[in-house]
């Protein structure tokens, strides 16, 4: 099975296409078509896996943001601010997607409250007891479902494999060391922006 984060597909499209768009017309035509022809491309490369399975950031509340009101604020600011016109291209990929249930043997799959790198993990710890399973998704924290020796991890940003020894030579010390440090594309604080120590753990260190 592959497991598409759509989302990364869907910007990085939307930022190419809008490079050699005229108008939003345009914009919107190239995105779609450019998307649809990364999905088939991709389809076809890694046939080997079985179909794709198109996973979804959801658009109700993100849990995380009960844990961290800032999570990712700074991206629909940007977004908000942007001279691409995001609702548009929006509802157009929605209307996309629903064509797709429709006319393609991928599924899509979308959770209330989560994102789509909820699913991907939650999918190829469950599938990757069976079969092989590739993730299509650029983002390291996806390195966390390799602990599964059939999943695999392809970034569509690189065009190379990812794999745990990319980052570490310990799969479960990178993953600690990512928690401590947090992650600054995602506006994620390192554990020290919002722990006070106190001075005897202060002396120790």
């Given amino acids: 099975m592959i497991l598409v984060d759509f989302s990364a597909i869907m910007f990085q499209n939307i930022f190419g296409a809008s490079k050699s768009s005229e108008n939003t017309n345009d914009l919107v035509k190239n995105t779609i078509g450019s998307i649809f022809y990364t999905l088939t491309y991709y389809q076809k490369t890694f046939k080997k896996y079985g179909n794709l399975v198109i996973c979804l950031d959801s658009h109700t509340k993100n849990w995380r943001k009960d844990v961290l009101k800032s999570y990712k604020s700074?991206?629909?600011?940007?977004?908000?601010?942007?001279?691409?016109?995001f609702d548009v291209i929006f509802k157009s990929i929605n209307e996309f997607l629903d064509q797709l249930k429709i006319n393609t043997p991928w599924k899509t799959i979308c959770v209330s409250g989560a994102e789509a790198d909820d699913v991907i993990l939650c999918l190829a710890q469950f599938l990757g007891k069976t079969e092989e399973v590739l993730i299509l998704s650029s983002d390291k924290d996806m390195i966390q479902a390799q602990r599964n020796k059939n999943v695999k991890q392809y970034s569509p940003l690189t065009k190379k494999y990812i794999t745990a020894e990319t980052k570490s030579d310990n799969l479960d010390d990178w993953i600690q060391e990512h928690?401590?440090?947090?992650?600054?594309?995602?506006e994620v604080p390192r554990i020290t922006e919002k722990t006070e120590f106190s001075d005897s753990f202060k002396e120790y260190l």
């Fill in 74 to 85: 700074q991206r629909k600011e940007n977004r908000d601010h942007s001279v691409i016109p």
């Fill in 179 to 186: 928690i401590i440090l947090g992650d600054v594309a995602d």
